[in-house]
């Protein structure tokens, strides 16, 4: 089966692992994947040019950590590592907005989203646009999860006999025996899940004034989540300029029908031209 759908396909060598799950994630670790993917892979592969200058568009991206299922391995990237990290295949898409209001969107997420929260629904957050919400869905650290498709494919590629993790149980165990047969090395793995969403920026965006007009990149499947925070920061922001009108100017809400096409590359297909191109 793996023959016939390629997956030893060779794409590139990785020359470090990149971590999922195995450590806590911090903006400023460049061995987590979501990082490395976001700073590395998104600017080189995914972001667009401007038709008239040529030069790259400044950006803000925005992403959710479901487009993303499993580390990177130090070593040989193949077809299968490629499913193993993003198996979905998920367009980018984009809307024009003032920096101001991005750098809103994103400060409304983070004072969200700390180190015990985890946002699930833009919507119920943000119903009342200046009413801060607490959402409180701790993951468990002790509980048993499999760390599944990545640690196998580590296992027999490398021919260890040992891998970290936990045993995981099955519903079919007394009919079929353990749902996870694989020997674990002790004491396994503490499972920390990244944020719910992410986010980073090109340098560009430094230098530009706060009404100058970026690219709020997200994947197509966040579009209606992103839109509705957005306009609760321009509404927010309007309700403001009301009454301090001289500080400020009002910004038209964003529309459904707003969102682009974002680049020539989906999010799972920029993983593999990245490492073609190394």
């Known amino acids: 089966l793996a023959v016939r759908m390629g997956l030893d396909e060779f794409y590139g060598c990785a020359p470090q692992t990149y971590h999922w799950d195995h450590e806590k994630y911090s903006k400023n670790a460049k061995d987590h994947v979501l990082n490395f993917y976001m700073n590395q892979i998104f600017p080189d592969v995914v972001n667009v040019r401007d038709d008239a200058t040529g030069e790259k568009r400044p950006y803000f991206v925005l992403l959710n950590n ?7 391995y130090k070593g040989e990237f193949t077809k299968n590592d490629k499913y193993v990290n993003t198996p979905y295949k998920q367009r980018f898409s984009y809307i024009r907005l003032p920096r101001l209001i991005v750098e809103r969107v994103f400060e409304m997420l983070d004072s969200l989203q700390g180190a ?61 025996g353990p749902g996870d047969d694989i020997i674990h090395t002790p004491p396994g793995l503490r499972i920390q899940f990244p944020p719910t969403y992410v986010h980073s920026r090109s340098p560009s965006t430094q230098t530009l004034d706060k009404y100058d007009l970026v690219d709020l990149v997200v994947i197509q499947r966040l579009e209606d989540r992103v839109r ?23 910004i038209a809400i964003v529309e459904r029908g707003a969102w682009k096409g974002y680049g020539a590359v989906d999010s799972s297909d920029a993983v593999r031209d990245y490492a073609k191109s190394e």
């Open 66 to 72: 479901g487009f993303m299922r499993g580390p990177i």
């Open 228 to 250: 509705t925070v957005a306009n609760a920061a321009i509404a927010m922001h309007n309700a403001f300029c009301e009454e301090k009108w001289r500080l400020c100017k009002p």
């Open 116 to 176: 015990e929260d985890v946002v699930t629904d833009f919507s119920t957050a943000y119903a009342s646009a200046g009413r801060r919400t607490n959402l409180k869905l701790k993951h468990s650290e002790d509980a048993q999860v499999t760390l599944g498709r990545y640690l196998r494919n580590e296992l027999f590629r490398r021919f260890t006999l040992t891998s970290p993790g936990y045993v995981t149980k099955d519903r079919c165990e007394q009919q079929l």
